[in-house]
């Protein structure tokens, strides 16, 4: 059993420990917060055995751990995770896992030495859906574009229309809309498709001076594909892949309830075999806790390294992408500070 250590207590974490304990390949052992009460509040209803922590440094080297997840607000996530690593553990980091391309090498780097397993929760990469659509597509040759929309007003935005500053609106905590729904549609077209020769991005930006919405334009060698994503408007559309022959409807780009192909010449429509998880994050646990289980299995150690290449260019794309619209976060200048006081040591 993997003893799980949880840095966040919010919903989704909550619903991460649900699904890592259906997995069965999980025991919550520890909680961290910055608050004794709130940490408690989290994670009472799972038992006994869980322990509290308020200082990171004790929870990380004092708590019975095998893997950390961590919610924590986005900006967060590096410190976190390296502190995490740096003590041997593996580490599952929700997404948007880093801020820029630099955090995100670093810390493909320190697990590589500390020989620890990072793993970035973009939840629709690891659902079965996602490889079954995989090996219906046929080769790019016949593929014609595609057009991903996830678009979905959030609460938190009444806030800033109210002169507030939350966190997933704030360039100090690493937010906006593409960092939040953006990366759903971005790791399906980089997971199907592979890394865009071109990414573009019109953006609409918000008081906090982070992006709320906008169109993202991939380009590929013989196809475009057009995302539309945003926090501050919702959109009722399903996403499509246009192939020579026909069209594959799908339901969600962030998660897939159905699958459906039509097929131009006989106007037949045919549903692909989706199943459907009561509980969405069952499959990326169990997914992560295979490859944790198995560190010396070559085949998976291959899929975990398609993982993490994928994590750092789809990480990468968001940053080009972001920085097109304008939009800098605290942690840029925080790693731009670093890198010129190493010059400056050399």
């Given amino acids: 059993m993997l003893k799980l250590g949880v840095i966040g207590t919010n919903w989704i974490s909550d ?12 025991q919550l052992t520890a909680v961290y917060s910055r608050k004794e009460a709130t940490a408690r509040k989290f994670g009472e209803k799972y038992g006994e055995a869980v322990t509290y922590w308020t200082d990171l440094e004790q929870f990380l080297t004092a708590a019975d751990l095998t893997v950390v997840y961590i919610a924590s607000p986005n900006s967060l996530h590096y410190p976190q995770a390296k502190a995490a690593i740096l003590k041997g553990h593996h580490v599952i980091v929700e997404k948007p896992a880093f801020s820029n391309p630099t955090e995100m090498a670093d810390i493909i780097t320190c697990a590589n030495e500390k020989r620890v397993f990072y793993f970035e929760a973009a939840r629709n990469l690891h659902e079965k859906a996602f490889d079954t659509i995989a090996d219906f597509l046929p080769v790019k040759d016949h593929i014609l574009g595609a057009n991903f929309t996830y678009m979905k007003y959030s609460s938190r935005y009444d806030a800033v229309l109210n002169g507030e500053e939350p966190n997933i609106f ?3 905590f690493s937010g906006g809309s593409l960092q939040d729904l953006g990366i759903y549609p ?25 992006d709320g919405l906008g169109t993202i334009i991939l380009r590929y060698d013989l196809f475009d594909v057009t995302i539309q994503q945003g926090k501050i408007a919702d959109s009722f559309l399903p996403s499509e892949i246009y192939l020579e022959d026909g069209t594959l409807i799908l339901s969600g780009i962030n998660a897939f309830e159905f699958a459906e192909y039509y097929d131009r010449g006989s106007g037949s429509r045919k549903e692909l075999p989706i199943v459907i998880q009561d509980n969405p994050m069952v499959e990326e646990a169990e997914a992560f806790a295979k490859i944790i289980r198995h560190p010396s299995d070559r085949e998976l150690g ?4 398609e993982w993490v290449e994928l994590s750092r260019n789809v990480n990468e794309v968001i940053y080009r992408l972001r920085k097109q619209a304008g939009v800098v976060f605290d942690a840029d200048l925080d790693q731009s500070t670093e890198n010129e006081e190493k010059h400056e040591s050399i």
């Fill in 170 to 172: 704030s360039p100090h």
């Fill in 302 to 305: 291959v899929q975990y390294e």
């Fill in 186 to 210: 971005l790791y399906a077209a980089l997971g199907w498709f592979g890394m865009p020769n071109e990414a573009h991005y019109f953006a609409r930006r918000i008081d906090t001076g982070v």
């Fill in 15 to 26: 619903q991460f420990v649900q699904a890592a304990i259906e997995s069965g390949q999980y």
